[in-house]
Every structure is written in structure tokens, then in C-alpha cells.
């Protein structure tokens, strides 16, 4: 009888034993399930941080890449059960180079099956914006009142310079009017009272004489250095060749101009301006001339500064040349594979703009649809840089 009680006292010891194996094995079971939900979680969280980043890098939309709705569809696409996600701008922050990242704070909140748990990262992207008005750019006209200028030639230089002034640019300006002499000047300056002060200095002269490059070139360079602004541009228009040769003014050229420090040209400042000379020349010009002055210090390639046309295009090669001149940002900081936009839209490289990755310019195109061009020159633009990854930091 008594080993039958032990018999039975060891069963139910062993059966305890067994339920309580099982319920360990259940609560082991519930934990590293535990454990699963919420490490898929966490891969979500993160996965979708991730895509909100590269969004706003390839489309700019920030309002579109950082919503309630992309956050929670991309949480159920990732394998979130339960988790709801939420996205906040946080805005710029630079640091001492003026180096710029946007950064966003993503949270998910989720039950793991205990508890309502909040998991959140901060999510840095490269940014940053150009407008033209932030450069200060001056350009000298040097215009041929020679008297080989007479008749048509004089007729389309007046019209291309009132063009220029009617398409009120952003952009200070003066006028030199030469031919072997300075026949009249202007200051720089801009508004309309100075517009209406050049167009009377262009109206009311006309052209005789000869030519001489090196008296305005010398005009010039004293007006650039008594005033003060980043970047000054000299567009010198002419039908024909200087009487004294192309030395003199080609000497004047490399010794004032062409010998700025090259690092000038890449970051032009108050300080340290760039100067640079773009030449037009009009039908009989002599090309072999205005080619040697031609360029910057950085550049002196003759295909980026030199025009030839005939009279009648006067208007249309002086337009392009101040679009040269204004349609351009940088240097920039970003770096490897650019995404360039213009409010929201993306900008297509070869099509819209060209990058010179040496010097770090970019350099718009004015055709349709976006016409970036004339949108900077009418200070519209808003010019959004994006490259790089997007980077994540794990708050705890």
C-alpha cells in the first residue's frame, strides 16, 4: 500500500514538474517571440527612416516624403504589425563651413505585446540652396562708337543696349563708349535713374574716329577698383581692331587681369574678386585679337568668352553673354551624384544645367520647360542641392 502511495506521489511530482516545464517553455516561447516582434520593429522603424531620407533627397518634397501616411504605409510594407509612425522637420543645422544637413526626427509607437513601446532616430540629409541674388556681379560694357560702327552696326549695338536695360537684371552696370579716344562713360550702378542716364549717353552719341582698346580697358579697371562688389564681368564689343595693335592691350590685359590668383576665379568675393572678359565681335572684327583678351585667370579657353556675329545678332549674342554671366551657382559643397532641383522640381544634368565638377560651378540652361535661366535672372529661383545618404542616429 505505501509504495503504491509513492508510486502515485512521484507521478503527480513529475506531472507538477511537467506543467511547470511547460508553462517555462511557453513563457520562453512568449519572450523570444517578444523578442521577434520587437526587433521587427526596429528594422522597420529604421527601414522606413532610410526611405523618408532618400525620398526627400530624389524629389525635394519634403511634405510628401515626411507624412503620417507614408510613415505607417511603409511600416506595413516593412513587416510592422502594429506600429503607427510619426514625422517631424526639425530644419537646418550647419555647421562652422556653412555646411548644411536637414535633419527629421522619426518615432514609431508600437505593442509588442506587452506594452505600448516609442522608438525613435534622427535622420540627417546634405542640403543646400542657391539663389543668384546672392551673388553681387557688375559688368563694364565697352562699346565701339568707332567710325566703322556707323549705319546698321550702330543701330544694333543702341537696340541690344536698351534691350539689356529693359530687361531690368539684377545687376549693376556701367557704359564706356569708345573709339581712339573715351568718348562718354557712365558709373556703376543700377536702378532706374542710372538706366535712364545710360540710354542718353547712348542715344545721344555716335560714332567717328578710330579704335583703341587699351584707353577703355584702362577705364575699366579704375572703375572695378574703386568700387566693391564679388564678381565683375567686362564685355568689351567690337567691329574691329585696335589701331595700336594687339600688344598694348593684350599687355594690359595679362598684367591687370589675367594674373589674379586663380583661387579668386573659384570663390570670388569683396575681397578678392574675380574679373573676367567676355569679347563680341561684330562682322570685320578681328577675331586673332579679341581672342588673346578673352577669359579669366582660371579659364582663358576662347570657345567660353569669344562671340562672332554679324550686325543683326548683336542683341541675341549680347543676351547670351549676360546669361553666361548670370546663370551660374557655386561653388558648392556637395559632392559624388547630384540631385538639383528648382522648388520641387528635378533638374536633369546635361539638359537643364552642366556641372564643371573642377571648379564646382553649375551652370543653368534657359529653354523650356523650367526656362531656369530666366527664372534666377528674375530672382524667382530657388535652387535646392541634395547628394549623398541619408544618415541615421539611433536615440535610445
Known amino acids: 500500500m505505501n509504495r503504491v502511495r509513492q508510486k502515485g506521489m512521484i507521478s503527480a511530482i513529475i506531472l507538477f514538474a511537467a506543467a511547470i516545464l511547460a508553462l517555462f517553455s511557453i513563457g520562453i516561447v512568449d519572450i523570444g517571440k517578444l523578442s521577434i ?26 511634405e510628401l516624403a515626411c507624412n503620417s501616411n507614408f510613415g505607417d504605409d511603409c511600416l506595413e510594407i516593412a513587416g510592422s504589425k502594429t506600429g503607427r509612425m510619426s514625422c517631424n522637420d526639425l530644419g537646418l543645422i550647419c555647421n562652422d563651413q ?30 543646400e540652396t542657391h539663389e543668384v541674388n546672392l551673388v553681387d556681379a557688375a559688368v563694364v560694357l565697352l562699346l565701339d562708337y568707332s567710325g566703322s560702327m556707323r549705319g546698321n552696326r550702330i543701330v544694333q549695338l543702341k537696340s541690344a543696349v536698351r534691350e539689356f536695360i529693359d530687361s531690368r537684371f539684377n545687376l549693376s552696370y556701367s557704359v564706356i563708349l569708345y573709339n581712339n579716344n573715351i568718348i562718354a562713360t557712365s ?23 578710330g579704335t583703341n582698346f587699351v584707353l577703355p580697358l584702362q577705364e575699366a579697371m579704375q572703375q572695378i577698383n574703386s568700387t566693391n562688389h564679388e564678381v565683375y564681368y567686362i564685355l568689351l564689343i567690337s567691329d574691329g581692331s585696335p589701331n595700336e595693335g594687339l600688344q598694348p592691350s593684350k599687355n594690359f590685359v595679362d598684367n591687370n587681369i ?12 569683396f575681397q578678392n574678386p574675380c574679373i573676367s572678359i567676355f569679347s563680341l565681335g561684330v562682322d570685320n572684327a578681328d577675331i586673332n585679337v579679341l581672342s588673346n583678351l578673352s577669359g579669366n585667370s582660371l579659364n582663358q579657353n576662347n570657345d567660353d568668352y569669344l562671340y562672332t556675329v554679324n550686325a543683326n545678332q548683336t542683341a541675341s549674342a549680347f543676351n547670351a553673354i549676360i546669361e553666361e554671366i548670370m546663370c551660374r551657382v557655386g561653388p558648392i559643397a556637395a559632392e559624388d551624384a547630384l540631385y538639383v532641383f528648382n522648388d520641387l522640381e528635378v533638374l536633369e544634368e546635361d539638359i537643364d544645367y552642366v556641372y564643371n565638377e573642377d571648379i564646382k560651378i553649375i551652370k543653368f540652361y534657359d529653354q523650356d520647360p523650367f526656362n531656369i535661366c530666366t527664372e534666377m535672372l528674375n530672382n524667382r529661383s530657388n535652387i535646392t542641392i541634395r547628394w549623398g545618404k541619408t544618415y541615421l542616429e539611433v536615440l535610445e
Open 37 to 62: 516582434d520587437i526587433n521587427i520593429e526596429k528594422q522597420a522603424l529604421d527601414s522606413c527612416s532610410i526611405l523618408i531620407g532618400n525620398k526627400v533627397i530624389q524629389t525635394n518634397d519634403i
Open 98 to 127: 556653412d555646411v548644411c544637413k536637414r535633419k527629421f526626427l522619426i518615432s514609431s509607437s508600437y505593442n509588442p505585446g506587452t506594452s505600448d513601446v516609442t522608438k525613435s532616430v534622427n535622420v540627417y540629409i546634405n542640403e
Open 187 to 209: 558709373d556703376i550702378n543700377k536702378g532706374l535713374n542710372h538706366d535712364q542716364t545710360v540710354i542718353s549717353i547712348v542715344n545721344n552719341n555716335n560714332p567717328g574716329g
Open 258 to 269: 589675367m594674373n589674379i590668383n586663380n583661387n579668386f576665379c573659384v570663390l570670388s568675393t
